[in-house]
């Protein structure tokens, strides 16, 4: 500022026009000095998918959305509650079709580590295929949800009354009241007839509202692959609840981002969980649905974690091109199967969209305060890019 009067002192300008142009120069310089403020504030939310960023995992195109919604047919729903200064919570439901109650799919569900629960797996893989949406929320709310996809089948087909929902749970008490109980049966409901196709909401949403990932802020995420015509042309999409891994674990297209980056060094949290969903068009049996879960865990070994003993990580799977109904009049029905030697196309696109989609759930979300005032911090996308970069991506 001194340096500035003293220029308008060499050349004479009148009081008055003094005065204004120290005025206007204040003006501008707390103007952008505010701005640097606010920019750099708010940097943390503006979020980005890896690919925006120039994160490219694997080798096989995505879908349009790259999404599970790539899948035909295949809708995403959420409730997210994100009130006062502790409920960091939701609801996200997956329809794997419009009429899943009444015409099923093959499915099948494998899990990795059991320190959590899922509902209606033991089904999936007695029966063999899905006959319910698939429900993402918190630990304690499994009851709630439970009963708001039970109540949701009933009022539309009252005669129906074997209703066996799927409900997976990651723990989110670290940012929401958990014990509060905030979820309702109406929350379930309301997901499931939010449910759409087209782009996916990803981040702080959702049954992913309250959650974190290698102790970076996380929640749903989600990424697709279409193999080639000549591979058959079928796509897998993948849509997942991050809330587990250790900070110095992650890794990202094999890059060791997790040590590379030293900002908001991360506070002691339990052991999380990761609800991973698979869908696919390709024409997949139960059998071969289950040996696509299985590989899911590839996908997640590929970001870090081992998936400890505290932790509890599920996999669901379902094909939407053959569907059927529980009877028919002969006893029987036909269905399509692809032979098992093209099966690993599949494997390789359901491990890359896996990884990508747990990146996608870092980068998507935002920092979060929540419950006790604790913060949780979203990955730095710009120092992400850095570290990448350094290492040849």
């Not at 503006?46 to 879908?63: C, P, V």
């Not at 006790?372 to 040849?392: D, F, H, S, W």
Request: aromatic content about 6%.
């Amino acid at each position: 500022m001194k340096i500035f009067q003293k220029k308008i002192q060499r050349i004479e300008i009148p009081c008055h026009m003094k005065l204004l142009i120290l005025v206007v120069f204040t003006g501008v310089f707390w103007a952008c000095s505010i701005y640097s403020v606010n920019a750099e504030s708010t940097d943390a939310d503006i979020r980005a998918r890896a690919r925006d960023i120039g994160i490219q995992i694997g080798s096989i195109a995505t879908g349009t959305h790259n999404a599970i919604t790539d899948v035909a047919g295949v809708k995403v729903g959420h409730v997210t509650l994100n009130e006062g200064d502790s409920i960091r919570t939701g609801v996200t439901a997956i329809l794997p079709s419009d009429d899943i109650w009444t015409a099923h799919l093959f499915g099948a569900a494998y899990t990795i580590h059991g320190n959590g629960e899922t509902t209606g797996i033991a089904r999936i893989n007695q029966a063999g295929w899905i006959e319910s949406p698939i429900m993402l929320t918190n630990t304690l709310s499994v009851g709630a949800v439970h009963d708001g996809v039970v109540r949701y089948i009933v009022e539309r087909y009252p005669d129906n009354n074997i209703v066996l929902p799927i409900v997976a749970e990651c723990y989110d008490g670290g940012l929401n009241d958990i014990s509060g109980l905030h979820v309702t049966a109406q929350h379930a409901i309301e997901a499931i007839k939010n449910a759409t196709d087209g782009p996916v909401t990803e981040g702080s949403v959702g049954g992913g509202t309250g959650m974190r990932c290698y102790s970076f802020k996380a929640g749903i995420g989600t990424a697709s692959r279409v193999l080639r015509e000549e591979q058959g042309g079928w796509t897998v999409g993948v849509l997942v609840n991050s809330n587990g891994g250790r900070r110095h674990q992650l890794r990202i297209n094999g890059v060791p981002v997790g040590k590379e980056i030293t900002g908001s060094p991360p506070k002691p949290t339990r052991d999380g969980s990761f609800i991973i969903v698979i869908a696919t068009d390709a024409p997949l049996t139960h059998r071969q649905l289950k040996q696509l879960a299985i590989r899911a865990t590839h996908g997640l070994a590929r970001t870090g974690t081992p998936s400890t003993d505290g932790s509890g990580e599920f996999v669901i799977a379902f094909s939407t091109a053959n569907i059927f109904s529980t009877s028919t009049e002969t006893g029987t029905f036909q269905i399509q199967m692809l032979v098992n030697r093209r099966l690993s196309s599949l494997f390789q696109a359901v491990i890359e969209a896996t990884e990508e989609a747990i990146v996608n759930s870092m980068t998507m979300a935002t920092t979060t305060t929540g419950r006790n005032g604790r913060t949780m911090y979203a990955i730095p996308l710009a120092e992400l890019q850095k570290v990448m970069k350094a290492y040849g991506h």
